[in-house]
């Protein structure tokens, strides 16, 4: 007999928010029940009056994420510092289920993201696994304590003549600018620890990332006694999810949250909940990651391979469970109108007029990463082959478009904004003339310093946009990260020499920081707080913005929409009445074409386009990548592998579909569970619906759409929209950079144009 279904009540409150849930009680009409997530979880999610559908044909959700926590917990720390930086090694060459590991062996692991002598102990080596211990000092400076195992202690005639280093200059494995005094206050944290040049049986990465862990909790201002808890953000993301998903599709669906690693009595691993799913009996499953940008490490290495690691060693054969992945919510509508409504409450704060300046900032990867083929220094993860540097910049792009349209004042807005720098390569679009920014890389880990196509860090445009083109209003909008964390509130701070919220701020979500700053010259600058007056005369007014803490329904929501989209890629519908008139499959490699032959839709059709270039990023080779005239061993030739910094036209594009799937079309009748779908005012066309909802491209798609000749006197007139369900309103189908222009068949009364997201569209006379 299977246990009862333990559950827990959340309070969703009059606006269906999930922030209601911090209030004090709720009205029963406003209950929902959703599975613990420290809990047992056999059965069904909910209790019903009848059977629902058994587990084979329900569709299984898993919603990943870091999971960081809101207050220090060290079993969390240690984990995720294990599963993501190092992994398990491959113990032999046809090892059963490490078809997902990298590297070539004997040096073939998870995760390839230290040299490979630096993560696992190797004979004649051992020394770069444990070299030193890390300890902390007393203050009389006669012992030694480690602050991974205290039973290690070493008093000061052990120590000897042994070398005693700084760990700011000798952290293996840690970001930049860890260990140093806070700028706030002088204070020196880490005066008391220090790191001895003598093994202590103890994995030096580890002992260093303790030290780090300490670090970052006296820097945050974190109390070590406060319960292990998830932050605010996480948990209603959480209960929007479940929220939604209850909603629009019941029984259907069974919705889980695991994250890369646990906290304790609060969350557990992905992996594991996977196991849970597939032991209760279900065969299709949804992998659902949070990530803005779409890249290969968290959403296949931190997110697909240890779920197929998991099914593997349990004895699931490769096909047996069906997995869906939603890679990225970026470039929806929904995502786009949540950063804006970010940047709107920075932009509040300057005068109607003024010209803003823009630097669209994402998280950053390693270009082109570090040498797969170096032996027992051999770094695998293969940065060379990332997508993100394409799927970041094309979000760039999308949102670009919906931030001129609500605030330039070309497009009916108050301000000037700027998104651009000088002194680039390729069109104006093109990636080295945008304010487009990695936040977490340092610039020597985005290639060489006179690349003209390297990417860029915060503090290189921040001193292109102050000292080379003379910008004083200036604000770094985040775009990556959906919550605030030590990632934000310190790491690319540390990285980009930005100045820190308090730890009071800290402790109450407050993250974003508004500051002054002027150069006298290149690297030479200087930052003041801002005073009440404003900023003095040659200096720039910097605001640094939050996440999406304060904005968590409009995040979710957008969230939601693409898990929605997962689903119905197992032909699981929503009940918004969804009809589907044509279905066709589409290819990853190949693309595919669907297009509705008679009915009242005839004529609609959704062309994906092959991969422009298949091979790419896939078939680079770290071998192979740029390398300058001024490098030892230069490789300049026209097949050198770069990072994409223009987009010409559609052969620019690196893939396109994203999976294989099959593709619909047909119209949904309603917006959601109570309101019929809006037709506007001066529709020439009725509304469609491309699925599975909110897919995304790279290549532009290209959609087509039957209007009704009686309707409209100038076809020229005819304009794209797209459903925004978070406005609930349409949004202009702005065009794409390197796309194709809108094209009109006035003999088959059909509009063409391209897309990149999937959804309800709508032809409209005018603008």
Known sequence: MKKAKVVRTI???????????????????????????????????????????????????????????????????????????????????????????????????????????????????ENLWDGSGVYRRSSDGMTYVSIVDPTIILMAEDVGQAEIASLREDAKGISTGA?????????????????????????????????????????????????PQHDPMTLAVEMDVARYMTAYFGDQVDVRFGYYAAIPGVSEEHDKVALDFAGEGYRRMVLARETTDHNNYANDFMDLYPVRKAFCKAGYGTDEIAIAPVRQVGR??????????????????????????????????????GNPNAGPFSTPQPYIREVFHESAYLNFLSFRAYAMAAFDQS?????????????????????????FAYAKSTSEQLGY?????????????????????????????????????????????????????????????????????????????????????????GFARVQLTETFNDFSEAFTLGFANRIRGGVERFGVFPDVGVSVSARGDIRKGQGGIVEVEQGPLRGARLVVQP?????????????????????????????????????????????????????????QAMSDLNTE?????????????????????????????????????????????????????????????????????????????????LGNFVLLAGD
């Open 677 to 757: 779908m809006p037709i506007p005012e001066g529709a020439v066309s009725q509304v469609v619906l491309f699925g599975p909802y909110r897919t995304i491209f790279n290549a532009p798609a290209r959609v087509t759409l039957p209007y009704d000749p009686v309707r409209i006197e100038d076809p020229a007139e005819i304009r794209p929209y797209i459903y925004n369900d978070l406005t609930r309103d349409y949004d202009p189908v702005y065009s794409i950079v390197g796309g194709a222009p809108l094209s009109i068949d006035q003999a088959a009364s059909t509009v063409s144009f391209d897309i990149q997201v």
């Open 449 to 537: 310093p006179d690349d003209p196509l390297r990417h860029t860090t915060v503090r290189e445009n921040l001193e292109k946009a102050i000292l080379g083109d003379g910008r004083d209003e200036i604000i770094i909008l985040l775009s990556h990260w959906y919550n605030n964390s030590s990632q934000t509130g310190l790491d690319i701070r540390m990285v980009n020499d930005l100045p820190l919220n308090t730890p009071e701020e800290m402790r109450n979500d407050v993250f974003s920081k508004t500051w002054c700053e002027r150069y006298s010259g290149p690297g030479d600058y200087e930052q003041m707080a801002l005073p009440g007056q404003g900023c003095p005369s």
């Open 11 to 125: 309070c969703w409150g009059a606006l269906g928010g999930a922030l209601a849930l911090l209030q004090a009680g709720c009205d029963e009409a406003d209950q929902i029940q959703t599975p613990s997530a420290s809990e047992e979880r056999p059965g069904e999610v909910t209790q019903v009056e009848k059977p629902g559908p058994s587990a084979d044909d329900r569709i299984a959700v898993l919603v990943t994420s870091w999971g960081s926590p809101h207050t220090p917990v060290i079993e969390y720390a240690e984990k995720i510092r294990e599963d993501s930086i190092i992994g398990k090694r491959a113990l032999a060459p046809d090892e059963a289920c490490t078809d997902d590991y990298v590297g070539t062996f004997p040096f073939r692991s998870e995760k390839g993201l230290l040299p490979y002598a630096v993560a696992f102990k190797m004979k004649g080596m």
């Open 611 to 667: 991969d422009p270039r298949p091979d790419e990023p896939e078939g680079y080779r770290w071998e192979d990548r740029y390398r300058p005239d001024s490098d030892e061993h230069p490789n300049t030739g026209p097949e050198v592998v770069r990072a994409v910094n223009d987009y010409v036209n559609a052969a620019s594009f690196l893939d396109s579909a994203k999976d294989d799937f099959s593709a619909y079309i047909g119209a």
């Open 332 to 369: 929806t509508p929904e995502y786009n109108t949540a950063v804006a409504r970010n940047l709107s409450r920075h932009l509040q704060a300057i005068n109607p007029g003024s010209e803003v300046s823009v630097i669209y900032t994402t998280w950053g990867l390693p270009w082109p990463g």
């Open 179 to 227: 260990f140093s005094p806070d700028p706030r206050t002088g204070a020196d944290y880490m005066a008391d620890i220090v790191k001895i040049k003598i093994p202590n049986g103890l994995h030096d990465v580890q002992e260093t990332a303790m030290a780090r862990y300490y670090w970052i909790q006296n820097m945050m201002g974190w109390d070590p006694d406060d319960p």
């Open 411 to 435: 497009q009916g807005g108050a301000y000037k904004l700027n998104f651009s720098k000088s002194g680039g390569v390729g069109s104006p679009d093109a990636r080295t003339n945008a304010l």
